[in-house]
Nanobody, 124 residues
Framework: QVQLVESGGGLVQAGGSLRLSCTAS????????MGWFRQAPGKEREFVAA????????YYPDSVKGRFTISRDNAKNTVYLQMNSLKPEDTGVYYC?????????????????WGQGTQVTVSS
């Protein structure tokens, strides 16, 4: 099993920035791709960002491309999400996810493991 703990959420004004962190523990040797999803009230969970096992490849949907940056530190088993130029529509609970598969699978349905989520609220 892998446990994921997110941090860094909060309340920010539109145009502001936040940095989310997610640290994995447990059977971390099984981790490959890592990523983030989010869920707004009344909406389905949606893909936000993914990064390959070595950090060399990243993926974003058009809604966050150019504003969000995903990165990872494998020595610390941690993935980060730097969010700039935040908009009210970025509001939601952000979930970290990982698993043994690559980014192709993770981007579509997430990984085998999920964090508990961290709330991000962007006020207008």
């Amino acid at each position: 099993q892998v446990q994921l703990v997110e941090s860094g959420g909060g309340l920010v004004q539109a145009g502001g920035s936040l940095r989310l962190s997610c640290t994995a523990s447990g059977r971390t040797f099984s981790i490959s791709a890592m990523g983030w999803f989010r869920q707004a009230p009344g909406k389905e969970r949606e893909f936000v960002a993914a990064i390959s096992s070595n950090g060399g490849t990243t993926y974003y949907p058009d809604s966050v491309k150019g504003r969000f940056t995903i990165s990872r530190d494998n020595a610390k088993n941690t993935v980060y999400l730097q969010m700039n130029s935040l908009k009210p529509e970025d509001t939601g609970v952000y979930y970290c996810t990982t698993g043994p598969r690559g980014t192709a699978i993770l981007r579509t349905r997430g990984g085998d493991y999920w964090g508990q989520g961290t709330q991000v609220t962007v006020s207008s």
